[in-house]
C-alpha cells in the first residue's frame, strides 16, 4: 500500500535559519504530493502541491519538488519566521483513491 | 464565509454515550471526508463519501456510522464511545478539477474527550 515518511521532529531553529523538511513516499500509481501545515490549536491548511514529476509547488516562500527518481517531497523555505512554528505533513493521493495518505508530521520550532 | 465547518469544536462525554458531530461544506464539491487524528498528531482516513454515495470505509468499528443527507454535509455518528475514540476529527471536501487535479480542504476539527 501506499505510505509516506516524514523525518522526526522536532526541528528547531533560529529565526531565518533555512529550513528542510524531508519527506519520501511509496505508490503503487501516479501520486499526487502535498505538504499541509497545522498551526497550534487550529485544523489542516494546504501549504502547497504538486501533480507530476518534475513540479515544484510554492506558497508563502515554502517550495517543493516532486523527485520521482528518488520517491521524495522535501520541503524547504530560505528564512523561516516565529510565525511558521508549526506542524507540517506530508500527504499524497494515489491512482483510483481519493483519500489522503498521511506523514506522521514534523513539527517546527522557531525561536527568535 | 467559512468553507468546510464543523460541530461542535469540542466534545468532553462520559464512556457508553452516543454522540454526533456534523460537517458543511459551501465548495460546493461532491466528495467529503472524515479523517482521526490521535494523540500523536497522526492523521487517518475514515470514511469518504461522493454524491452520498459511501466510496471509503476503512477498517473502523460499525459504532462509527457516518451519513450524508446531501453533497454538501457529512455527519458522524459514534455509539458507545470508548477512551480510545478520543481524538481530533477532521472533515475535508474535495472535487476533481479540470486534468483530474484536485485538493482537500479541511475543517477545524472537532476535539473529542471521553472520559
Known amino acids: 500500500g501506499d505510505s509516506v515518511t516524514q523525518m522526526e521532529g522536532p526541528v528547531t531553529l533560529s529565526e531565518e535559519a533555512f529550513l528542510t523538511i524531508n519527506c519520501t513516499y511509496t505508490a503503487t500509481g501516479y501520486p499526487s504530493l502535498f505538504w499541509y501545515v497545522q498551526y497550534p490549536g487550529e485544523g489542516l491548511q494546504l501549504l502547497l502541491k504538486?501533480?507530476?514529476?518534475?513540479d515544484k509547488g510554492s506558497n508563502k516562500g515554502f517550495e517543493a519538488t516532486y523527485r520521482k527518481e528518488t520517491t521524495s517531497f522535501h520541503l524547504e523555505k530560505g528564512s523561516v519566521q516565529v510565525s511558521d512554528s508549526a506542524v507540517y505533513f506530508c500527504a499524497l493521493t494515489d491512482t483510483g483513491r481519493r483519500a489522503l495518505t498521511f506523514g506522521s508530521g514534523t513539527r517546527l520550532q522557531v525561536q527568535p | 464565509d467559512t468553507a468546510v465547518s464543523q460541530t461542535p469544536k469540542y466534545l468532553v462525554t462520559q464512556m457508553g454515550n452516543d454522540k454526533s458531530i456534523k460537517c458543511e461544506q459551501n465548495?460546493?464539491?461532491?466528495?467529503m471526508y472524515w479523517y482521526k487524528q490521535d494523540s500523536k498528531k497522526f492523521l487517518k482516513i475514515m470514511f469518504s463519501?461522493?454524491?452520498?454515495?459511501?466510496?471509503i470505509n476503512e477498517t473502523v468499528p460499525n459504532r462509527f456510522s457516518p451519513k450524508s443527507p446531501d453533497k454538501a454535509h457529512l455527519n458522524l455518528h459514534i455509539n458507545s464511545l470508548e477512551l480510545g475514540d478520543s481524538a481530533v476529527y477532521f472533515c475535508?471536501?474535495?472535487?476533481?478539477?479540470?486534468?483530474?487535479?484536485?485538493?482537500?480542504?479541511f475543517g477545524p476539527g472537532t476535539r473529542l474527550l471521553v472520559l
Open positions: 463519501y461522493n454524491n452520498k454515495e459511501l466510496i
Open positions: 475535508a471536501s474535495s472535487q476533481v478539477s479540470t486534468g483530474g487535479i484536485e485538493t482537500q480542504y
Open positions: 504538486a501533480t507530476k514529476a518534475d
Open positions: 465548495l460546493g464539491h461532491d466528495t
